[in-house]
């Protein structure tokens, strides 16, 4: 399966629906894969990596509003344009009602608040051929489910306080009610 959306079909309620249903709720980032390493010229591979825990790269972009889970199986090539810049290698994806959704891996020279960064490459001007010590994780944008889960557990603590809270006021509304001779 090459680099693809999950929810992408234009049926335009029900896609809708669904990449917004986690917007804001599940963290953006790469949970796992989109390993990116040097494979000759000015050449790199984004892919699984060398000893994956899980069978497909997957990962989460948030833009305009809707999350968008991207999935990739396979290798994908990015040529980078030329030596003596620096490169933000990047994952997008974008969701337009009616339309096809698209996802793609790309290097850009200053990365976007809706792009997922893979990593960051600092190519030197005589450069020839890239090598792994060019490459830095240092920005990647990393998701972590555990933090989801402590967020979604500290929202489902917060309801549970609010449901408590009007529970206790409604016994106190029937209770001064029935001090005013109304029978709840």
Same mark, same amino acid.
């Given at each position: 399966m090459a680099l693809t959306a999950d929810v992408q079909w234009r049926e335009q309620y029900a896609s809708h629906a669904l990449n917004r249903k986690m917007a804001g709720v599940v963290e953006?980032?790469?949970?796992?894969?989109?390993? =990116? =390493?040097? /494979?000759?010229?000015?050449?790199?591979?984004?892919?699984?990596?060398e000893n994956p825990d899980y069978p497909e790269s997957v990962a989460v972009v948030e833009r305009d509003g809707y999350s968008l889970t991207c999935r990739m199986?396979?290798?994908?090539? /990015?040529?980078?344009?030329?030596?003596?810049?620096?490169?933000d290698i990047v994952l997008e994806a974008s969701y337009v009602l009616g339309q096809q959704t698209?996802?793609? +891996?790309?290097? =850009?020279?200053?990365?976007a608040s809706h792009? =997922? $960064?893979?990593?960051?490459?600092?190519?030197?001007?005589?450069?020839?051929?890239l090598t792994a010590d060019m490459i830095s994780y240092d920005s990647r944008d990393t998701a972590?489910?555990? +933090?989801?889960?402590?967020?979604?557990?500290?929202? /489902?603590?917060?309801?549970?306080?609010?449901? /408590?809270?009007?529970?206790? $006021?409604?016994?106190?509304l029937e209770a001064w009610a029935e001090t005013q001779g109304y029978t709840p």
């Open positions: 953006a980032g790469v949970y796992w894969g989109y390993e =990116v =390493v040097p /494979i000759g010229g000015l050449q790199l591979e984004v892919g699984l990596g199986d396979t290798q994908e090539l /990015i040529e980078l344009p030329e030596a003596g810049m620096t490169y698209d996802a793609r +891996l790309k290097a =850009v020279t200053s990365a792009h =997922v $960064r893979l990593a960051h490459v600092d190519v030197p001007t005589d450069a020839t051929a972590n489910p555990a +933090l989801n889960a402590t967020r979604i557990l500290t929202q /489902i603590t917060q309801l549970t306080t609010s449901l /408590i809270d009007a529970r206790d $006021r409604l016994n106190n």
